[in-house]
């Protein structure tokens, strides 16, 4: 599976859009991307993923570049509950199970 | 709760002594996985069962550790002889396969502590 990258931590103020960045540049055609989150002590839950377009549900939008090299996680308005760590992950099929999570972005929501 | 449930939810051990956790999916899930995450990192892959067989067991850090599913439903991961490196939070998921988004469901987790 391609690698991703993603900034280590990231601040956010409560009510304001939080934009989460990932890079893919080594992302294959027919890998997906597929973005989880992380509160503290629990375990990881599912936001949201794609392939080619941009897609919205009623956690969070991800916008997909054109080269799908990046792609960018947008919390619409940020609450103290979102404050968690963010892991975008790229996967060849909807069941592959080997998730790759690396590290993430921990993101702060502060009120 | 409809969820993926983790027992016990803490347990602390001695070094060299054996240990149980226990994963009960969704029902109806017949994929179960599960995934180990050490302090400040992300979980990784350590083993996949369909139904009662387990797929891919390429994770299992070595032979102290053996995860069994013998009715396609519970499953429980075991590991002998433990070490202080153990020492993780064991995540268990279970997913349906072939529909929806190909989501994994995840429990809280199995804290364990090797004294």
């Known amino acids: 599976d391609a690698k991703t990258t993603q900034p280590p931590s990231m601040d956010c103020a409560e009510g304001r859009a939080a934009n989460l960045p990932c890079n893919h540049s080594t992302i294959s055609g027919n890998e997906y991307v597929y973005w989880y989150r992380q509160i503290h002590s629990q375990g990881p839950q599912y936001i949201i993923h794609?392939?080619?377009n941009n897609e919205t549900n009623e956690m969070a939008s991800l916008i997909i570049t054109e080269d799908r090299k990046s792609s960018t996680l947008i919390l619409p308005h940020a609450t103290l509950r979102d404050t968690a760590v963010y892991y975008c992950?790229?996967?060849?099929?909807?069941?592959?199970?080997?998730?790759?999570f690396g590290a993430g972005t921990t993101v702060t929501v502060r009120a | 709760g409809a969820g993926v449930s983790q027992t016990p939810s803490n347990k602390v051990t001695e070094k060299g002594k054996y240990v149980e956790l226990r994963c009960d999916p969704i029902?109806?899930?017949?994929?179960l996985y599960w995934y180990r995450q050490s302090l400040g990192q992300g979980p990784e892959f350590l083993i996949y069962?369909?139904?009662?067989?387990?797929?891919?067991d390429s994770g299992l850090p070595n032979d102290r550790f053996f995860a069994v599913r013998p009715e396609g439903s519970v499953s429980t991961l075991k590991i002998q002889r433990t070490e202080r490196g153990d020492s993780a939070v064991y995540l268990c998921?279970?997913?349906?396969?072939?529909?929806?988004?190909?989501?994994?469901?995840f429990g809280e987790g199995s804290r364990l502590t090797v004294l």
């Open positions: 992950i790229v996967r060849v099929a909807l069941n592959d199970y080997k998730l790759s």
């Open positions: 998921a279970s997913s349906l396969v072939g529909a929806g988004t190909g989501e994994l469901f």
């Open positions: 029902s109806g899930h017949t994929a």
């Open positions: 069962f369909q139904g009662t067989g387990a797929a891919d």
């Open positions: 794609g392939l080619k």
